[in-house]
């Protein structure tokens, strides 16, 4: 039987960002101020009791700042004892006056403290929180947790088993929206809840070594058509979010419900198993409204989208989880090798793509059916990049996971200028005739066949100047090996006598944003039974070629990826 | 020129909507404007209500409910 859970998270931010700064307008900055800590209860309040009210459990999560604020704790202690909420610990919301005393810092982001100030940072809310609770908080969370952190606080409090640990595909994209003003540069990490490696937060861990030892959760859940190409922050499980993105009309907003039924639908693709996550911070309905949305219809987004999580539940369709129970139930569940599958398609712009989206502790990647299947994404989980962040380290506020392709960010298909942009695709040729699959538009269909995730696109009709071909393309993907085996199959041809040749390409790159960097060290190689050969590039736009190949492979030392293509047949 | 404050609204400028960045813009009482500081945009509420329609246009299944997946 399908299982479709759910994680609410509701936080008590007693200064959240957006309110306090509509208080200050005209003021100078005060943290202490009552009218904004007293908004800011009352909208936590608020959210709890819709919850409630719809029969549904919570995880609250306090902040830093909430701990020091007896209201906050009275309302966290009567909850989690009337209804079961779960109480844990965030690192959002930890800027109040008592912070700013400790640690002489305006910085709003935990993994853009240095290492040194973020171990300090994790003794000083931990203890704090033990102070008032009596008890370590079991789950924790951010915008983003990267593993060093999560490290620290599993070596210094082994009980911790779940973690809000990245915001799906906030990148460049993210920070472009937010006018260059929002660091979540945390492109490349799964898009529904994994175990990850200890070496790299975004990274599904291998095995038991690897395992880092909490459940992570992304914040919130997201479209993954909407969001590839667009801000994280107009379109997911957040309705403020979805009214930012002014994905509504005359207040009415189904977008919620679709995004909602589609990751319910994503058990099709995952033994059975789905997942949803609601995290708002209580900035997002503010009594002064937010953007063009004012505060009735705020609260009507939020009243709606819970309505809609309690009814599922109360027809049995959804179990409300706290989040520590979620991660015992998710572990019972998971091995390490099972991948995480979905074939996405279009809720928002009407034109029925579709995308197929695949991960494991090998790798992620996605194939757009709008490009015959072509793979715009693919990040190289395998190499378990170290990758630190925050003031001090190489990356600094960069902690996306690097990618090998990335066709939106490296142009893909068609660059608009000469050359080819990041994309794995294939060309068909007849003759002086060749056309790329990227401009075959198609659909998929998904099934399985034992641990083999199969993703099989409907065929394209390919049409050369005197013949008309057509070939279809299926992906299989066996379980716990890192292997993709793609099969290009001619299936029709006006002229059955026809010879085609299949350029099968992958046009790579490496990187975490739109700009290129310095591929001089990556190793290109061709081996067959007599021959090795390798070109080091070197911008020399250099071509080799050999028969009877038996392995293509691009080392990419840069991010410690090597990618392989083998022939067969 | 008046002070630029905040509208009754905080409404973001319609031209940097367009192209997803998210940019609050001030109005002018005086001459009952909202201007942009990023992309000189300036207009009234009248004019900035027309321009977030036709942002919406993109969602076409905007008012859709989908219930097939």
Request: charged letters at 25%; aromatic letters at 12%; proline letters at 4%.
């Amino acid at each position: 039987m399908a299982k479709f859970y759910l994680n609410i998270v509701h936080r008590p931010e007693m200064v959240p960002e957006y309110i306090q700064k509509e208080a200050e307008l005209g003021k100078k900055e005060d943290l202490t101020r009552g009218s904004v800590l007293q908004e800011s209860l009352d909208i936590f309040r608020i959210q709890q009791q819709l919850a409630h009210e719809n029969g549904l459990r919570t995880t609250i999560q306090m902040t830093y700042a909430s701990l020091f604020n007896s209201e906050a704790l009275a309302i966290a202690k009567n909850d989690h004892e009337l209804y079961g909420d779960e109480i844990g610990l965030t690192f959002l919301g930890i800027q109040c006056k008592e912070f700013r005393e400790k640690f002489h810092s305006k910085e709003l982001a935990i993994w853009l403290f240095s290492m040194e100030d973020k171990r300090k940072i994790v003794e000083e809310v931990y203890g704090k929180f033990q102070e008032v609770f009596g008890f370590i908080p079991t789950s924790t969370g951010s915008y983003y947790m990267d593993a060093e952190l999560v490290n620290y606080i599993k070596e210094k409090y082994p009980v911790v088993k779940a973690a809000i640990a990245t915001c799906w595909e906030e990148g460049p994209k993210a920070y472009r929206n937010a006018n260059n003003s929002w660091y979540t540069l945390l492109d490349g990490g799964p898009w529904n809840p994994w175990i990850p490696s200890k070496r790299n937060i975004h990274c599904i861990a291998s095995n038991k070594e690897d395992d880092i030892g909490i459940v992570a959760i992304p914040h919130l859940s997201r479209d993954l058509m909407a969001v590839f190409d667009g801000p994280g922050s107009y379109y997911g499980t957040h309705p403020q979010n979805i009214l930012r993105g002014m994905v509504y009309e005359n207040g009415e907003i189904p977008y919620f419900k679709n995004i909602v039924d589609q990751y319910r639908s994503m058990h099709k693709y995952n033994r059975g198993y789905a997942y949803n996550m609601m995290f708002v911070g209580p900035g997002w309905m503010s009594k002064s409204g937010r953007w063009e949305a004012d505060y009735a219809l705020l609260l009507k987004s939020y009243k709606e989208g819970m309505a809609y999580y309690g009814e599922l539940k109360k027809n049995g369709d959804l179990e409300d989880l706290t989040m520590s129970e979620f991660a015992d139930v998710y572990r019972q569940d998971h091995s390490y090798n099972r991948p995480e599958c979905t074939l996405w398609k279009d809720i928002l712009y009407g034109s029925k793509r579709q995308m197929f989206w695949f991960a494991d502790p090998w790798m992620r990647f996605c194939l757009d059916m709008n490009q015959g299947g072509a793979m715009v994404d693919l990040r190289p989980y395998a190499a378990k990049l170290l990758r630190p962040c925050g003031v001090g380290t190489s990356a600094n506020q960069d902690a996306s996971y690097p990618f090998l392709v990335q066709s939106l960010y490296r142009s893909g298909f068609f660059t608009h200028y000469a050359g080819e942009g990041a994309v794995k695709s294939c060309k068909i040729s007849y003759g002086s005739e060749q056309v790329d699959l990227c401009t075959c538009r198609t659909k998929a269909s998904f099934s399985e066949e034992g641990n083999t995730r199969i993703v099989t696109l409907d065929p394209v009709s390919i049409e050369f100047s005197n013949l008309t071909v057509s070939l279809q393309t299926i992906f299989r993907l066996d379980e716990g090996t890192g292997q993709i085996e793609i099969t290009r199959k001619i299936i029709d041809s006006t002229d059955p006598g026809a010879e085609f040749l299949l350029d099968e390409y992958i046009t790579g790159c490496y990187g975490t944003t739109e700009y290129p960097e310095d591929l001089s060290g990556v190793q290109l190689c061709l081996n067959s039974e007599k021959h090795n050969d390798s070109i080091f590039y070197e911008y020399k736009c250099r071509e080799n070629e050999i028969r009877e190949v038996q392995r293509v492979r691009a080392i990419v030392p840069q991010v410690d990826a090597l990618i392989e293509m083998i022939p067969d047949g | 020129m008046a002070q630029g404050r905040k509208g009754k609204l905080n409404y973001r400028c319609p031209r940097c909507l367009m192209r997803e960045i998210d940019m609050d813009m001030l109005y002018d009482k005086d001459l009952d404007e909202y201007y942009c500081l990023r992309c000189s945009f300036t207009g009234n509420e009248a004019k900035v209500k027309r321009l977030n329609a036709q942002f919406r246009e993109k969602y076409r299944d905007r008012q859709n409910r989908i219930t097939e997946f």
